[in-house]
């Protein structure tokens, strides 16, 4: 990805695309979705490093186009543009990383727990589930985090990868046959 | 309805995103098939370990700071055409003159420092004259000097005098001669100052002064910086000013 220096500098000579209540209005309205688009690129880039890159490139991108931006879901907007991001970047690294890599963060993420014994047991399946979604298949992953992670309806999900409700329904329902394929039932029940 | 047609339909009825026509499709099927009312069970059991256990990750702090700093930078507009208020006078006294004030080129009578000398000025009156004087506007040296960041090939100091008298206005891509070069913009009650700084590999030298054309110049180099200043105000405060930019720049703050 280029440095962020490189992407504000160089796309026009002199000056800025934006007047001060449009980048204020810009800051309150698509700032507070940046934990959801930082979610979504960690899941499909699998790399901390690289999933700040996609969301930085992102969101200069979506400052460039906010103008033309007339409502609706900001979220989804959002989203929409990191996805992108993503997939750019991951059609331009095709083939480097092709094993699954432990992203040690998401494998951590912090559960409300205070038993430790119950703690341990939630960190292995914790462990258990991000790996699973990590090896599926990007579409049938982003499907599953969108939703179960993320916790987008169809519709908005429809909108962010640009497949019918349908489709989201049906490839939903395959990735979920596949995690459980993974992961044996057993798995998935906690004292 | 079998149960592999019905398989997606299931995912739906689960997560209550089934048309009502749908639902109760499912519904009838589910009081007859106790495999798919399995699979359901299995796979409400599932989404919620899922939703339980991956919770969404938050943004680190760097990076949302990062977001901030790049969203102001974006905001520029590509050219001003008002002066503030405080320079206004200053703007008068330029377009008052003849207007349309040339860059006299008689530069094989003059040696090339009284040549940048005449650039120099001639940038000052131009960014009252087409009252273009700052691309960021600002008082924050938090602000302006990361504004440069990606548009220059170097990091200009922009020093903060306002507790001196000269405060900060902001500050705007200029050019002299070849070279694309800093302006810092500040004020002295309601002088414009420009003050032109880029890298020189030059030793430090001591500043030397200069009348061209009604405006005061002066000019060094310091920390690995050659600086400009440039204004109607008066000699002597001009001088003041210059010294305060050279202990800024001999201090070691310059690229900071």
Same mark, same amino acid.
């Given at each position: ?191 | ?15 209550? *995103? ?5 639902? *109760? ?15 359901? *069970?299995?796979?409400?059991?599932? /989404? ?21 700093? #790049?969203?102001?930078? *974006?905001?520029?507009?590509? /050219? ?17 003159? #003849? ?10 009578? /003059? ?37 440069? #960041? ?37 004020? /002295? ?68």
């Amino acid at each position: 990805m280029e440095p962020l220096n490189a992407i504000a500098g160089n796309s026009r000579s002199r000056g800025g695309v934006l007047d001060a209540a449009t980048a204020a209005r810009f800051e309150q309205t698509a700032l507070p979705h940046l934990d959801a688009a930082y979610t979504l690129a960690r899941h499909l880039l699998r790399n901390e490093q690289d999933a700040e890159d996609a969301v930085q490139e992102a969101f200069l991108r979506a400052i460039r186009h906010f103008d033309g931006y007339r409502g609706g879901d900001m979220r989804a907007w959002v989203l929409t543009i990191v996805r992108r991001s993503c997939y750019t970047w991951l059609r331009r690294h095709r083939g480097e990383r092709e094993t699954t890599e432990f992203d040690e963060t998401i494998h951590h993420a912090p559960a409300a727990v205070e038993d430790p014994e119950a703690q341990a047991l939630h960190g292995a399946l914790r462990e258990a589930l991000a790996q699973a979604i990590a090896e599926l298949p990007v579409e049938f992953r982003e499907v599953v985090v969108l939703r179960d992670v993320q916790g987008l309806s169809y519709g908005e999900i429809a909108e962010v990868v640009g497949i019918p409700i349908g489709t989201v329904m049906s490839r939903l329902s395959r990735a979920r046959q596949r995690l459980q394929r993974a992961l044996p039932i057993e798995d998935y029940r906690r004292n | 309805m079998s149960c592999d047609a019905l398989s997606d339909k299931l995912t739906g009825y689960l997560d209550g *995103e089934l048309a009502p026509r749908d639902v *109760e499709e499912v519904e009838v099927h589910l009081r007859r098939c106790v495999t798919c009312g399995a699979r359901v *069970e299995r796979e409400r059991r599932l /989404r919620r370990a899922v939703q339980t256990e991956l919770t969404p990750l938050q943004a680190p702090e760097p990076l949302r700071a990062r977001l901030r700093t #790049a969203i102001q930078s *974006e905001v520029t507009p590509a /050219r001003r055409r008002w002066v503030p208020a405080w320079a206004a006078a200053a703007a008068a006294l330029v377009i008052g003159l #003849a207007g349309g004030w040339r860059l006299a080129s008689r530069q094989g009578e /003059r040696g090339p420092a009284s040549t940048l000398a005449m650039e120099v000025v001639a940038g000052h009156v131009r960014s009252l004259q087409e009252r273009h004087l700052t691309d960021i506007e600002s008082s924050e040296h938090h602000t302006v000097k990361p504004w440069f #960041a990606g548009r220059l090939d170097f990091s200009p100091p922009v020093p903060d005098f306002a507790a001196r008298g000269y405060p900060l206005a902001g500050g705007r891509l200029d050019y002299l001669g070849e070279r694309q070069v800093a302006a810092l913009v500040y004020r /002295r009650r309601q002088h414009v100052i420009n003050l032109f700084v880029w890298p020189s590999a030059a030793p430090a030298a001591a500043a030397s002064s200069a009348s061209e054309r009604g405006y005061h110049v002066v000019s060094g180099t310091a920390g690995g910086m050659t600086y400009w200043a440039v204004s109607d105000l008066n000699a002597a405060e001009l001088g003041q000013f210059a010294q305060l930019v050279a202990n800024e720049l001999h201090g070691g703050s310059a690229g900071s």
